[in-house]
């Protein structure tokens, strides 16, 4: 199959990834206690549908979707819910959010699940319902309700083509590489899935192309499944190849433009766990209640891909690796290049935890004294979105979010490309991630203010049509008063018309 490139990337990143896959995926224990972060995804939070002390089963709806980019969360475990209240949760901002907390019983017990055998039974909506029911969102690390990526029905998108992203360009996570190794037929089915609810042509499975035996063994897995709708293919290992917009510009040689989504061009890019829980809950009725996660780094003794109850705290996923080792040195969600730092190992596992990195000293991408900018160019010319790091940065720096954002901010994938690149070790990424913030968050301020002006405006002009209708049916009343004839003064203006007659 023919492949492009995009503009940018870095192609020499140690790998790091055979640290934690050689081993089989472990299933981690349910932990004494469950916090679930109502914000665990793109979007509105949930908003909570239990009470302390309410008795929960495994697989139960704890907390509904909140609007339309919004996810519902279930119980991972049975138990009792012990708490509602702001706890810290896996974000850059270091903040914390209402979370519900569940006091596990041992027993597991679970909802009743309902399967389906042949998901061809199924209306496309149906099928999309069950997504949204599920809670299933991005596993790659976006959280994007997948329900909306995948609801082809209502929308007149003409998807051609559908991307299974198994391209974990960052170093260390291996998460989807044993889903792929291990679940390989689940993955199939899931795409099968996918290909019949979009109604696409064809399937285009991407790994890296360091992954040899992955792709020998998917190679073998399509073809006993004889579709030839799915092909898998191998791609150069550059990072970031696995970012969506840049894997479909590998893959077909098309660019998704600036504020467009890839449907916008026929195309729909999921991640590979993604579909393996797709897969879970259309065939098995199962919620999103687990996931595949890489714990690896020199800060832990033995790196591992768990299978784990999302909400399970970080200091259990260590424990199963069988503790710290003396190099631990920092705590990070994520890769080391688009991680963030989390301030205790308390923090719970969320949907798109896909790898907690332990890192030493030496793992650690510190930045050195941050020195002036020589206007060398060299974080443009790695960027794989094409855009000037370094007027971004000016821009960021002194607030005027205007203007970085008329330098295509909001494109800006925090990929960290420009930070390796950049000899004056400015922390580039750090100024737009928090210019990212503030931008979005004056845009939602003016959506909200603007949505107070229109209910005002509408508010305003319904007060001022029912006064007029008021003012209308009470004039038509007196009119109505003033026509209609009445006996006595018939009677009376005879009388006073007869008087007169009569005295002449
Ligand atoms: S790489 Fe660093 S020093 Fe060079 S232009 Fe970009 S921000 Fe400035
Ligand atoms: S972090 Fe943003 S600006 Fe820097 S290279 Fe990546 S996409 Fe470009």
């Known amino acids: 199959m023919k492949l492009w490139s995009f503009k940018g990337g870095l192609p020499a990143l140690a790998e790091h990834k055979n640290d934690s896959s050689p081993v089989a995926i472990e299933t981690a224990p349910v932990p004494s206690t469950l916090v679930y972060p109502l914000r665990q995804h793109i979007g509105n939070p949930a908003k909570p549908l239990v009470a302390v002390g309410e008795h929960v ?17 279930h119980a ?5 819910i012990s708490d509602i209240s702001e706890q810290l949760f896996p974000h850059p901002s270091g903040l914390s959010c209402q979370s519900i907390s569940i006091k596990t019983d041992g027993l597991d017990q679970e909802v009743e699940a309902h399967s389906h055998a042949d998901f061809r039974q199924l209306s496309i909506l149906e099928l999309v319902n069950i997504v949204h029911d599920a809670g299933i969102v991005g596993l790659g690390g976006a959280a994007f309700p997948s329900y909306i990526k995948i609801d082809n029905h209502s929308h007149d998108w003409n998807i051609h083509t559908l991307i299974l992203n198994g391209a974990e360009c960052e170093p260390y996570i291996s998460c989807d590489n044993s889903l792929l190794m291990e679940r390989a037929q689940c993955v199939t089915e899931g795409i099968e899935i996918l290909l019949h609810m979009l109604g696409a042509k064809k399937a285009i499975l991407a790994i890296e192309d360091h992954a040899e035996l992955t792709f020998a063994h998917l190679t073998k897995t399509l073809s006993d499944h004889n579709n030839e709708a799915i092909q898998v293919v191998q791609i150069p290992t550059i990072y970031p190849t696995g970012g ?5 510009q590998t893959l077909t040689g098309r660019e998704v433009p600036s504020g467009k989504i890839p449907a916008n061009i026929g195309i729909v890019c999921i991640n590979v766990g993604t579909v393996y829980a797709i897969q879970q809950a259309v065939v098995k009725g199962k919620v999103l209640t687990s996931r595949v996660v890489t714990v690896t780094g020199d800060g832990v003794s033995t790196p591992k891909n768990l299978e784990a109850r999302i909400g399970t705290p970080i200091s259990q996923l260590i424990d199963v690796c069988h503790g710290y080792t003396q190099q631990a040195e920092r705590l990070i969600a994520g890769g080391p290049m688009m991680g ?7 923090i719970p596992l969320i949907k798109a935890s896909n790898c907690v990195l332990v890192a030493s000293k030496e793992e650690v991408v510190t930045h050195k004294q941050a020195m002036p900018c020589i206007r060398c160019g060299e974080c443009a010319s790695v960027c794989p979105v094409s855009l000037l790091p370094q007027q971004l940065y000016w821009h960021s720096r002194s607030d005027q979010l205007d203007k970085a954002a008329s330098f295509n901010l909001l494109d800006c994938i925090e990929c960290g490309s420009c930070d390796i690149a950049c000899p004056s070790h400015i922390p580039l990424v ?3 991630r928090y210019a990212k913030s503030m931008l979005k ?5 003016k959506q909200q203010s603007d949505t107070a002006r229109i209910r005002f405006e509408a508010r305003e002009a319904r007060i001022a049509r029912d006064k007029a209708e008021r003012a209308e049916k009470s004039r038509k009343k007196k009119a109505a008063l003033k026509s209609k004839p009445v006996k006595d003064d018939v009677d009376t203006t005879v009388a006073k018309t007869t008087i007169p007659s009569s005295e002449t």
């Open 244 to 248: 969506e917009k840049q894997l479909i």
């Open 76 to 80: 991972s475990s049975s138990g009792v």
């Open 430 to 432: 750090q100024h737009f």
């Open 57 to 73: 089963l495994r697989g139960q709806k704890i907390a509904e979707a909140d609007g339309f980019v919004s996810a519902p969360i």
């Open 340 to 346: 963030f730092a989390l301030s205790s190992d308390e």
């Open 441 to 445: 968050a004056q845009q939602h301020e």
